[in-house]
């Protein structure tokens, strides 16, 4: 049980061009969703939360209007980069949390986009 | 604020040897500590949690963890590794229930 899934899992793009990545919970209901950025050897950075049916809450440093997020349903996020650049390339990972369990954090696979 | 940090970027360890994966935490509140693994091409899967109570949490598949709040670590232990416990481990650090803090991970190899 709790698995999250993420599509794509890599995905190569031209400088310019939006891309979307999608979370889904398979198995549950998410009220909240998470966006990580991992850079090689770095941390996972905490980009952005997202509640459904709200907005999302981005952290500080983090281009809002860039990195679009969706939260359109209790299953599904999605996460849009704008005007990619090659600077965007990066292993992007989303987590959700389960109604009712607190403290936890269910991962996807994580999607690896690379701009050209 | 809180912060982790994880000491070792790399530990090579010898199949049924044992193994210590160090991870030292800041902040000024009470927090919540997390192990998460990560096998090559998948998601992080939660090893083990701290949230309150004993401070040594145990996982299923044999590793365990230690909070020391005086020292501020929570070093990840295993008295013997398998092939199969080739990963990365990521410790992580929560004062509520959204935010997470992650260090940077530890990858650990397992040799025959």
């Known amino acids: 049980g709790a698995v999250v899934s993420q599509h794509p899992s890599w995905v190569i793009c031209k400088s310019g061009t939006s891309v979307k990545i999608e979370c889904r919970s398979l198995?549950?209901?998410?009220?909240?969703m998470f966006w990580y950025r991992q850079f090689p050897k770095q941390s996972l950075m905490l980009m952005a939360t997202s509640n459904e049916g709200s907005k999302a809450t981005y952290e500080q440093g983090v281009e809002k209007d860039k990195f679009l997020i969706n939260h359109a349903s209790l299953t599904l996020s999605t996460l849009t980069v704008t005007s990619a650049h090659p600077e965007d390339s990066s292993f992007y990972i989303c987590s959700a949390r389960e109604i009712g369990v607190e403290y936890e954090q269910y991962f996807g696979p994580g999607t690896r986009l690379t701009v050209t | 604020a809180q912060s982790v940090t994880q000491l070792d970027s790399q530990v090579p360890v010898f199949e049924e040897a044992p193994v210590e994966l160090r991870c030292n935490y800041s902040?000024?509140?009470?927090?919540?500590l997390f192990w998460y693994v990560q096998y090559p091409n998948q998601g992080l899967q939660l090893l083990l949690k701290?949230?309150?109570?004993?401070?040594l949490v145990e996982s299923i598949n044999g590793f365990e963890a230690d909070l020391n709040t005086s020292q501020t670590s929570f070093h990840l232990r295993k008295p013997s590794v398998h092939i199969s416990d080739t990963a990365e481990y990521f410790c992580a650090v929560s004062a509520g229930i959204n935010k997470f803090y992650f260090g940077s991970g530890t990858k650990l190899n397992v040799k025959p």
């Open positions: 701290y949230l309150s109570g004993s401070t």
């Open positions: 902040s000024s509140v009470s927090v919540y």
């Open positions: 198995d549950f209901q998410a009220t909240t």
